[in-house]
């Protein structure tokens, strides 16, 4: 029962991000600060960790996602830090962990 709950919250998660991304993002220019976009991090994390912590990591990726923000390299961690009930502990608010290059070559 759970992992049916965890999916339909998962799908209605992703579902404002795949309009986004194929109904709003073909129309706006392609300006994006970090690789993997913005739009392709939130499902990523969200098909990974869930609806809750995966939405809490892709709302923290989209507050650093501004001109005095991070920008470069910003995968999806392939594990989320033990936190227990500090849900807000899972989102990687400072940018510290990027790499500040598009690529993995480029340092």
Sequence with gaps: M???L???LGAIFRLPIFLY???ISPFTSASCRH???CSEYADTSIKRFGGVKGGILAFSR???CHPFGSHGLDPVPDELPDQGIKFW??????GKHIE???YEDDS
Excluded: A, S
């Design 62 to 64: 989209l507050m650093r």
């Design 6 to 8: 965890t999916m339909i």
């Design 2 to 4: 759970k992992n049916i």
């Design 21 to 23: 991304k194929y109904g």
């Design 100 to 102: 500040h290059g598009f």
């Design 89 to 94: 502990k899972y989102g990687r608010w400072n």
């Design 35 to 37: 690789l993997p976009t």
